[in-house]
Antibody, heavy 112, light 104 residues
Framework: EVQLLESGGGLVQPGGSLRLSCEASGFTFSSYAMSWVRQAPGKGLEWVSTISGSGGSIYYADSVKGRFTISRDNSKNTVYLQMNSLRAEDTALYYC?????WGQGTMVTVSS | EIVLTQSPATLSLSPGERATLSCRAS??????LAWYQQKPGQAPRLLIYDASKRATGIPARFSGSGSGTDFTLTISNLEPEDFAVYYC??????FGPGTKVDIK
């Protein structure tokens, strides 16, 4: 079955860190760029980061540049998002996405 | 970073009517534009990519057009399941703020 499964979300204090994972199945993972997209409660979609299929090209939204790091392990069909220096405004449902295919998201809550 | 704006913010229409949604980019993005539909509690669904190509399984009543900085999503003959929020996206990058299509 073609799917993306996110994990790693949770409650973290401001200034803390969290690593999200997204495991892909059912398609040739290394052939596709992967993105992280977030959605704060009741708000719109916000693109966070994109990594090319090989991992050689990486892009970040200005709002997370310098704090978040995207990476992938094609041997494990998994893409990661390392999130450091978390802020309250990073609270959101984080989706892993590949254009057509989206996961169901993992919730990140930044609060003391 | 390219900024996308969408108009109107809300569109109130009746089933069977035609919906016309606009998306404008702050600089040219050629035809690298996608449209997504999102319903409450669901992940977004890709409708259109490369400005005018329908994704697999998307009904023909959804059509996209435009290039450069101005793009349009048209939904002809609205069905009850089409009432949702629609986002444009510079493919692989930023999203617009969304247009909510609700029932009049």
């Amino acid at each position: 079955e073609v799917q993306l499964l996110e994990s790693g979300g949770g409650l973290v204090q401001p200034g803390g860190s969290l690593r999200l994972s997204c495991e892909a199945s059912g398609f040739t993972f290394s052939s596709y760029a992967m993105s992280w997209v977030r959605q704060a409660p009741g708000k719109g979609l916000e693109w966070v980061s994109t990594i090319s299929g090989s991992g050689g090209s990486i892009y970040y939204a200005d709002s997370v540049k310098g704090r978040f790091t995207i990476s992938r392990d094609n041997s494990k069909n998994t893409v990661y998002l390392q999130m450091n220096s978390l802020r309250a405004e990073d609270t959101a449902l984080y989706y892993c996405a590949e254009d057509v295919l989206w996961g169901q998201g993992t919730m990140v809550t930044v609060s003391s | 970073e390219i900024v996308l704006t969408q108009s109107p913010a809300t569109l109130s229409l009746s089933p069977g009517e035609r919906a016309t949604l606009s998306c404008r980019a702050s600089q040219s993005i050629s035809t690298y534009l996608a449209w997504y539909q999102q319903k409450p509690g669901q992940a977004p669904r890709l409708l259109i990519y490369d400005a005018s190509k329908r994704a697999t399984g998307i009904p023909a009543r959804f059509s996209g057009s435009g290039s450069g900085t101005d793009f349009t999503l048209t939904i002809s003959n609205l069905e009850p399941e089409d009432f949702a929020v629609y986002y444009c996206q510079q493919q692989g990058f930023t999203f617009g703020p969304g247009t909510k299509v609700d029932i009049k």
